[in-house]
């Protein structure tokens, strides 16, 4: 019996295997195009449910940020709402876009600072958000949607075009006026988002974003830390993360051994810590109908995820940093670890869980970039920095 039960075991095994190696073009709809896509068979994968996901931080349901390249907003913001509840239990749905707003002025101060000489685009990283609230604080969603007249859904690409045409005309008459620029930009953002709130009432009394972050928000921006790992940088020390959403070159970033960098991540989800995670989610085993993030076996096998494979695609850009992501929940199943996503991009709503993915560890490791989480989950962690 012990040994017919050994057959069936390497039989169901190598069907697994076998079935995960398929690979082959499906015509799908993405954004009501019909497109070829590569993608293989996830049927035999032991995959979790939503319901599977028994450790999960609190968080509000996933929302879409529709046509607009704010994810690290979007992420971010999701993860300081859930701290927020586990700090204090308070449940505050937060404004993205207030965010968003300062975000693109503090670019576009930059901009005229290096004479044209700095990114100017949608996307950035999730300290950012962490740089923005502790300048210009945070306000409830309810007071600040970056909605209006009578819209539905964010659609920031003429908002964009306005504003990255404006700064072109400077560049190419050297009208470097940072005040005359920085008004001129708020103009063209009051029109396509609304003028953000200077005061507000929220639950009876007045706030300014300022006061509304220290008094109820209760954050302490100096508490959370970014991970990263890369060859590229020495380990346990701190560095540049290169990429072009780094568009102020903060080199704030931790770097450790990425076997260091998978513990800290499910440690942290364990123990009741989510965490805001960065990193490229263009790949085949990342199934938006599946509703699960895989590396297949014939991208790369399972024993061949390491330092230098991860080195490699990050060197040759086959793995890159394209979205942000919220890390809530974490569950064990076919003998693996997955972990829960929360996702605001229109890739997360073609599946059965509307604005989630389950990532296996596999994913993790070779195309999570980095980590944004509070100090006191990786404190042993720190302890090795100078």
């Given at each position: 019996?012990?040994?017919?039960?050994?057959?069936?075991?390497?039989?169901?095994?190598?069907?697994?295997?076998?079935?995960?190696?398929?690979?082959?073009?499906?015509?799908?709809?993405?954004?009501?195009?019909?497109?070829?896509?590569?993608?293989?068979?996830?049927?035999?994968?032991?995959?979790?449910?939503?319901?599977?996901?028994?450790?999960?931080?609190?968080?509000?349901?996933?929302?879409?940020?529709?046509?607009?390249?704010?994810?690290?907003?979007?992420?971010?913001?999701?993860?300081?709402?859930?701290?927020?509840?586990?700090?204090?239990?308070?449940?505050?749905?937060?404004?993205?876009?207030?965010?968003?707003?300062?975000?693109?002025?503090?670019?576009?101060?930059?901009?005229?600072?290096?004479?044209?000489?700095?990114?100017?685009?949608?996307?950035?990283?999730?300290?950012?958000?962490?740089?923005?609230?502790?300048?210009?604080?945070?306000?409830?969603?309810?007071?600040?949607?970056?909605?209006?007249?009578?819209?539905?859904?964010?659609?920031?690409?003429?908002?964009?075009?306005?504003?990255?045409?404006?700064?072109?005309?400077?560049?190419?008459?050297?009208?470097?006026?940072?005040?005359?620029?920085?008004?001129?930009?708020?103009?063209?953002?009051?029109?396509?988002?609304?003028?953000?709130?200077?005061?507000?009432?929220?639950?009876?009394?007045?706030?300014?974003?300022?006061?509304?972050?220290?008094?109820?928000?209760q954050l302490n921006m100096d508490d959370y830390v970014d991970f990263m790992s890369t060859l590229k940088t020495p380990f346990y020390t701190t560095g540049e993360f290169e990429v072009?959403?780094?568009?102020?070159?903060?080199?704030?970033?931790?770097?450790?051994?990425?076997?260091?960098?998978?513990?800290?991540?499910?440690?942290?989800?364990?123990?009741?810590?989510?965490?805001?995670?960065?990193?490229?989610?263009?790949?085949?085993?990342?199934?938006?109908?599946?509703?699960?993030?895989?590396?297949?076996?014939?991208?790369?096998?399972?024993?061949d995820i390491n330092q230098y494979s991860r080195e490699l695609r990050i060197y040759n850009k086959t793995t890159d940093d394209d979205h942000g992501i919220h890390l809530v929940g974490?569950?064990?199943?076919?003998?693996?670890?997955?972990?829960?996503?929360?996702?605001?991009?229109?890739?997360?709503?073609?599946?059965?869980?509307?604005?989630?993915?389950?990532?296996?560890?596999?994913?993790?490791?070779?195309?999570?970039?980095?980590?944004?989480?509070?100090?006191?989950?990786?404190?042993?962690?720190?302890?090795?920095?100078?």
């Amino acid at each position: 019996m012990r040994f017919i039960k050994i057959i069936l075991f390497v039989v169901l095994t190598v069907n697994i295997i076998f079935a995960q190696d398929k690979a082959e073009y499906q015509k799908k709809f993405i954004w009501d195009k019909e497109k070829d896509i590569l993608t293989g068979d996830f049927s035999k994968i032991k995959r979790p449910q939503l319901k599977d996901f028994k450790t999960q931080a609190f968080h509000f349901e996933p929302i879409r940020q529709d046509t607009a390249g704010t994810c690290w907003a979007f992420s971010t913001t999701s993860f300081f709402e859930s701290e927020i509840y586990r700090l204090h239990s308070k449940k505050i749905k937060l404004s993205e876009i207030y965010t968003v707003y300062w975000e693109y002025i503090e670019k576009a101060r930059r901009f005229v600072k290096e004479k044209g000489d700095s990114k100017f685009a949608q996307g950035s990283e999730a300290n950012a958000v962490l740089e923005r609230i502790k300048q210009y604080g945070c306000v409830p969603q309810e007071v600040y949607t970056g909605l209006i007249n009578g819209l539905k859904k964010h659609n920031h690409d003429s908002l964009y075009d306005e504003m990255d045409d404006y700064l072109q005309f400077i560049e190419k008459n050297n009208y470097w006026d940072e005040k005359i620029v920085l008004n001129n930009l708020k103009q063209i953002l009051n029109k396509y988002i609304g003028k953000p709130p200077a005061n507000f009432d929220y639950q009876g009394k007045s706030y300014t974003p300022v006061s509304f972050r220290d008094e109820v928000c209760q954050l302490n921006m100096d508490d959370y830390v970014d991970f990263m790992s890369t060859l590229k940088t020495p380990f346990y020390t701190t560095g540049e993360f290169e990429v072009e959403d780094n568009w102020w070159h903060s080199d704030v970033y931790h770097n450790i051994p990425l076997d260091v960098f998978y513990k800290a991540i499910r440690n942290a989800i364990k123990n009741g810590y989510s965490l805001e995670t960065g990193g490229d989610v263009s790949e085949p085993g990342r199934n938006r109908w599946e509703d699960i993030a895989i590396i297949v076996p014939w991208d790369l096998a399972q024993k061949d995820i390491n330092q230098y494979s991860r080195e490699l695609r990050i060197y040759n850009k086959t793995t890159d940093d394209d979205h942000g992501i919220h890390l809530v929940g974490y569950a064990k199943k076919g003998g693996r670890d997955w972990f829960l996503i929360k996702d605001s991009g229109s890739s997360a709503h073609y599946g059965e869980y509307k604005g989630y993915f389950f990532f296996r560890d596999d994913y993790i490791k070779l195309k999570i970039l980095t980590f944004m989480v509070h100090k006191d989950a990786v404190k042993d962690i720190l302890k090795k920095f100078d």
